[in-house]
């Protein structure tokens, strides 16, 4: 069964500090996908970033950086000199596919619920 | 940028009523799903919907549970006799024609149940 750790229910930091969150992934299929959503206190889910199973590059995107790593089955998500406007709770999710369809099913995380303060 | 769209954003109903959660995806999207999130809880997977069917759908989704497409733009999540513990933040996604787990699912804002 797939299944999605995270391991750090909140982190508080103080600004401009960087802050890592964790990500730990269960699956059986050679080909998968993993996401991370972002959920500001509006609740809206905003989704951040894809990556597929054969691709184990990291990737920067301004502030934020993304560490997958598959011998640890770990995706793990790096904020660089977080601000205020950072703080939300932060789901990763693990794409499960659903028989031959091609749809997709997502498992997500528990959450890390990250608190910036000034 | 296109969004997925859900309405109403807040709907409070009291035990034992029918209510019906609407979204509007994204206008080229073929694959649209319903998740759930219970209040400082994880989102869950409740049913997935192509082509005018359910193809999937988690234990959750029992018999109270049903969607529909009515038209060409919504989607709807229905549940016939609302329980407590159907309190929680619903959100509709949808896919493009890709369809596959390579294209992400672009969430709505959700709508929060509140069953009295």
């Known amino acids: 069964a797939q299944k999605v750790t995270q391991a750090q229910t909140e982190i508080s930091v103080v600004e401009k500090e960087d802050v890592t969150l964790d990500c730990v992934y269960e699956?059986?299929?050679?080909?998968?996908?993993l996401f991370w959503y972002k959920q500001p206190p509006s609740g809206e889910l905003v989704f951040l970033i894809r990556?597929?199973?054969?691709?184990?590059q990291n990737e920067i995107s301004g502030r934020y950086s993304w560490n997958f790593q598959k011998s640890t089955s770990s995706f793990n998500f790096t904020i660089t000199a977080s601000q205020v406007v950072d703080s939300a709770v932060y789901f990763c999710?693990?794409?499960?596919?659903?028989?031959?369809?091609?749809?997709?099913?997502?498992?997500f995380g528990t959450g890390t619920r990250l608190l910036v303060s000034p | 940028e296109p969004e997925v769209t859900q309405t109403p954003s807040h709907q409070v109903t009291q035990m034992g009523q029918e209510v019906i959660l609407r979204c509007v995806p994204i206008?080229?999207?073929?694959?649209f799903y319903w998740y759930r999130q219970i209040l400082g809880q994880k989102v869950e997977f409740l049913v997935s919907?192509?082509?005018?069917?359910?193809?999937?759908k988690s234990e959750i989704f029992d018999d109270q549970f049903s969607v529909e497409r009515p038209d060409g733009s919504n989607f709807t999540l229905k549940i016939r006799s609302t329980k407590l513990e159907d309190s929680a933040m619903y959100f509709c996604a949808s896919s493009d024609r890709t369809g596959g787990q390579n294209s992400p699912l672009h969430f709505g804002n959700g709508t929060r149940l509140t069953v009295t």
């Open positions: 990556r597929n199973s054969f691709d184990e």
């Open positions: 999710a693990l794409s499960e596919a659903l028989g031959n369809t091609g749809f997709q099913k997502l498992v």
């Open positions: 206008s080229n999207h073929l694959y």
């Open positions: 699956t059986r299929d050679t080909t998968y996908y």
């Open positions: 919907f192509y082509n005018n069917e359910i193809s999937e």
